[in-house]
C-alpha cells in the first residue's frame, strides 16, 4: 500500500503481539501508517487480518539479511517514517552465567541487542532527509540496575540505553530524537513464562516468585502494555519534542531488582 505523503509512518519490531502489538494499536488509532517485523508468521498473519490497512512482514530481525530484505519492501511502500519502535527482544536464558550455554547468550545479544543496529541503519537515511524523526529502543528496568540471572538480556538493555544516548547526540543536529523505554514486569504470557522458568530454577512456587517481582514496584503492581504504548504516542507526539537521550523507566519505581531472600 502507498501511504498518503502527510500520512505519519511507523515502524515497529516485533509489532504482531505482546507490548508490540499495543503499541502498533495506539499508533493506529492515532492514524499512523504501519510498518511491523515479526518473526512469527502466525502472529503476523493475525496482524495483517486485524490492520487490514497495515504491513507486517515476517522478519528475524536478528538476521541483518532478513532486516535488509524487510526494508526493501518498506522502501517501496513508504516515502517517509516518522517512528522506528526497536521494539524486540526475548527474555533470554535465566540461570548462573557459569551455566549459561554460549548458543543462548548469542542468540539474545543478537536479538535483543545487535537487532537495534540491523534495524536503525535502514531510518536514519530517511529521517535525515526529512530532519526529523523519532526513534525509540526498548530497553527495561533491568538496563538500569544489576538483575541476577538474566545477564545476556541485562547486558543488551543497559546497551540500548547507551545506544539511544549515542545516537541522541549523533543524530539530534538532524532534528531526530532518540530515548530508551525501561518497563519494569509487563503483564502477559512472557513475564508468566519468566516466572516460571525463575521457580523452577530455584525450585519455588511460582506464586512466591510472582510476588517478589511485584513487591521489586513500589506500586506494587505490573505494567500493562499499553501504559508503554501510552509513552510511545507521548514520544512520538508534540509533547516528545524536546526529549531526546532519555531512558524513562515504566515500572512503577523499582529500587532494585536483587530482593531475592525473601519470596
Ligand atoms: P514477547 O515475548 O511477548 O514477544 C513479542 C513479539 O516478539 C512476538 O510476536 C514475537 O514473535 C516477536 N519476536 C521475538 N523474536 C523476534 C525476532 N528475532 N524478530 C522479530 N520478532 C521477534 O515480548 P514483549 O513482552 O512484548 O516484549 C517486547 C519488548 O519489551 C522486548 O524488548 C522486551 O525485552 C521488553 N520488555 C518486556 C518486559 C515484559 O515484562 N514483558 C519488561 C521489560 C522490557
Redo the contacts with the bound molecule.
Keep these: 500500500m502507498t501511504t498518503l505523503s502527510d500520512q505519519s509512518v511507523a515502524v515497529i519490531?516485533?509489532g504482531?503481539?505482546?507490548?508490540?502489538l499495543a503499541i502498533a494499536r495506539a499508533l493506529h488509532d492515532l492514524g499512523y501508517a504501519l510498518f511491523v517485523?515479526?518473526?512469527?508468521a502466525t502472529?503476523v498473519g493475525l496482524f495483517c487480518e486485524t490492520f487490514g490497512s497495515a504491513t507486517a512482514t515476517v522478519?528475524?530481525?536478528?538476521d541483518p539479511a532478513q532486516v535488509a530484505a524487510a526494508f526493501e519492501i518498506f522502501r517501496a511502500q513508504h516515502q517517509r517514517v516518522d517512528l522506528l519502535v526497536n521494539?524486540?527482544?526475548?527474555a533470554g536464558p535465566q540461570g548462573a552465567v557459569e551455566d549459561l550455554d554460549v548458543t543462548e547468550w548469542q542468540h539474545t545479544i543478537d536479538?535483543?541487542l545487535n537487532?537495534l543496529f540491523y534495524m536503525t541503519r535502514h531510518v536514519i537515511p530517511i529521517m535525515k532527509s526529512q530532519r526529523t524523526g523519532a526513534i525509540i529502543n526498548?530497553s527495561?528496568?533491568a538496563g538500569l540496575a544489576g538483575c541476577p540471572h538474566r545477564s545476556p538480556y541485562v547486558a543488551s538493555?543497559w546497551a540500548s540505553i547507551g545506544l539511544a544516548k549515542t545516537w541522541a547526540m549523533e543524530l539530534g543536529p538532524w532534528n531526530i530524537r532518540v530515548n530508551a523505554l525501561c518497563?519494569?514486569?509487563?503483564s502477559?504470557?512472557?513475564?508468566d513464562g519468566v516466572i516460571d522458568r525463575d521457580a523452577r530454577a530455584r525450585g519455588l512456587d511460582p506464586d512466591d516468585i510472582r510476588r517478589v517481582y511485584q513487591r521489586q514496584s513500589s506500586l506494587r503492581q505490573f505494567t500493562d502494555?499499553e501504559d508503554i504504548a501510552a509513552m510511545v504516542c507521548f514520544l512520538a507526539g508534540p509533547g516528545g519534542a524536546k526529549i531526546s537521550g532519555q531512558a524513562i523507566a515504566i515500572d512503577g519505581h523499582t529500587e532494585s531488582l536483587t530482593n531475592w531472600q525473601d519470596p
Design positions: 519490531s516485533a504482531a503481539s505482546g507490548i508490540g517485523l515479526d518473526v512469527d502472529r522478519c528475524d530481525v536478528s521494539n524486540a527482544g526475548i536479538t535483543d537487532s526498548m527495561s528496568n538493555k518497563p519494569g514486569s509487563v502477559g504470557p512472557r513475564i502494555p
